[in-house]
């Protein structure tokens, strides 16, 4: 026997070796952009800034507005999200929501009804956002505040 390899192995083995390397070059990139969000925490505590905190009357729910940017997996998606700020004293600011719990239209604050109106489906909360009628099954969505050298944070849980 002859020490030679045939042209048909040669060609076989030289296919075999490149598809190997270009099964590896597309494979191990695809395997990284599939798994690599999956590995990534996510910033889940956050704490993000609506504005100064003496542009909250006493007793009066004011109306504030942030831009948030969520991101899963490999989708980014920037969302405003709206809340009230209510506080009695000054030092304790309670946040609520602004989106009905019954289908997710915006309320809007009646002040001289003392109360938040869905007008969607007639909703109706009182200004702690407890339900007070209409279809809404629970109270408007709670945020947690606190003020830090003049300025409110709610809590993006």
């Not at 304790?92 to 001289?112: E, K, Q």
Request: with cysteine.
């Amino acid at each position: 026997m002859s020490d030679t390899i045939s042209r048909r192995r040669f060609l076989v083995g030289t296919i075999v070796v490149a598809m190997a390397g270009i099964g590896t070059a597309i494979g191990i990139p695809a395997l990284a952009y599939l798994v690599g969000p999956s590995r990534q925490s996510e910033k889940r505590d956050q704490w993000l800034a609506l504005g100064a905190a003496n542009a909250v009357e006493l007793g009066e729910p004011s109306l504030f507005k942030a831009e948030v940017e969520r991101t899963t997996g490999w989708l980014s998606t920037r969302q405003e999200i709206a809340l009230y700020v209510k506080t009695d004293n000054g030092r304790d600011y309670v946040g609520m929501s602004n989106i009905c719990t019954h289908l997710g239209c915006r309320t809007r604050w009646v002040s001289d009804r003392r109360q938040f109106y869905c007008p969607c489906h007639a909703g109706v909360f009182d200004e702690d956002g407890n339900v007070v009628s209409g279809p809404p099954p629970r109270p408007l969505d709670r945020y947690e505040v606190k003020v830090e050298e003049g300025q409110l944070l709610f809590h993006l849980a």
